[in-house]
């Protein structure tokens, strides 16, 4: 699918089409500024200027093969689309076959069209933030994805939304992309979530937020990255994917929560080396127990640490936490794991049989491995607690940072 910010109306049909590179040239574009002219910059780098090139020509409509192919970045003063390099291999090939042939090639492009049931969705954008945090690593980030590219949000009456041929457009609504169009769209399920659930907390709310997001695409492949540099898909490790995609259908039923107290925030900041004086500046109150620093925060996912330096030992590291059985009635969750490569992950008990509501049952997960030798190198999998109803997930990665703990 190609994308487009062009608001005119604007239909063309059986329309000559040729190939001009990087467009560079801006006499060649005017001679063939009759055609719809594909231009293409691999290094992703020269696209306004050279969209520039084709306005000054006045090219009667572009194609611009990208390996940013956001539609932020097309351009709404000609007729254009901007597509990726996938993409744009077929239309130099068609291109290409017909000059072969010594026939003209020809082609159509129609705007104001929504596309629908693309494939791969959802992918992980180059802005997405990244894990893990230099301030606290110890607590996998980030949390969730959820959808931040191309989103269709509300906008000031007031503020133009483009200008098209001198005139400034205005809208209610504007596309935009970014952490912060995801960020709405994760604190309206909050918002719902607690509209349904009066009585958790936060850390509650966030944990079935987490829990039960997904992690296959519509082809039932693991999510995966952009890279706009060579537009590969790399598979989005929870460092970039977090806990998984929002699934705002599942999260009014997550069976169980990970819940986190005042107090055990006060011990993870303590573990951190905060001063009493900025615990209770972050806190705003005042706490005498100061006697239980931890850096093992009750949260829905599993980080460790390795150290490339030294090689010769492994790696052990004991998680503990603490579920709550949020649903109704007796029931029986069963732990499965999925392998990592190198590591062995093991799960005391394996089994949490819970008898009423709101019961809160212990276990320990230990990861037990060899020293991964290269900074930035991430292996991961996931602890999933099953009953036949709820499947209750949470990452498990190990890394070695690039950054000294």
Known sequence: MSLSMYPGNFTTTNSPIVFMGLCENTTKLNKVKSNIVVYEDKNGTLLGVQIDNMVTSKVVAGV????????LNSDDRIPS???????????????????SKNSS???????????VGVKPSPRIYFYSSRGPSKICPYVLKPDITAPGSNILASWPPNVFVGIFKDRELFNKFNIASGTSMACPHVAGVGVLLKGAHNDWS?????????????????????IKE????EY???????????????????????????DIGVQDYVNLLCALNYSQKNIAAITI???NNFSKPSLDLNYPSFIAFTDSKNSSSKIIQQFYRTVNNVAEGQTTY???????????????????????????ISFKLKIEGSIITQNDEVVFGYLTWEDGKHVVRSPIVATTPNFDL
């Open 285 to 287: 109150s005042a706490f």
């Open 105 to 115: 090639t020809i082609a159509s492009i129609s705007f104001k069209a929504t596309g």
């Open 64 to 71: 611009f093969i990208s390996n940013h192919p956001n539609i």
């Open 202 to 222: 936060l850390a509650a709310i966030r944990s079935a937020i987490m829990t039960t997001s997904y992690i296959l695409d519509n082809t039932t492949e693991h």
């Open 334 to 360: 069963v732990a499965n794991i999925s392998p990592i490569k190198g590591f062995n992950i093991s799960v005391i008990p394996n089994k949490l049989v819970f008898n009423k509501k709101n019961e809160k």
């Open 226 to 229: 952009i890279d706009i540099i």
């Open 81 to 99: 689309i901007i597509t990726n390099p996938r993409n744009g291999e077929i239309v130099k090939s068609y291109i290409k076959s017909y000059n």
């Open 232 to 258: 590969s898909n790399k598979v989005s490790t929870p460092l970039v994917l977090g806990a998984g995609h929002v699934d705002p259908n599942r999260v009014f039923d997550p069976g169980l929560v990970y």
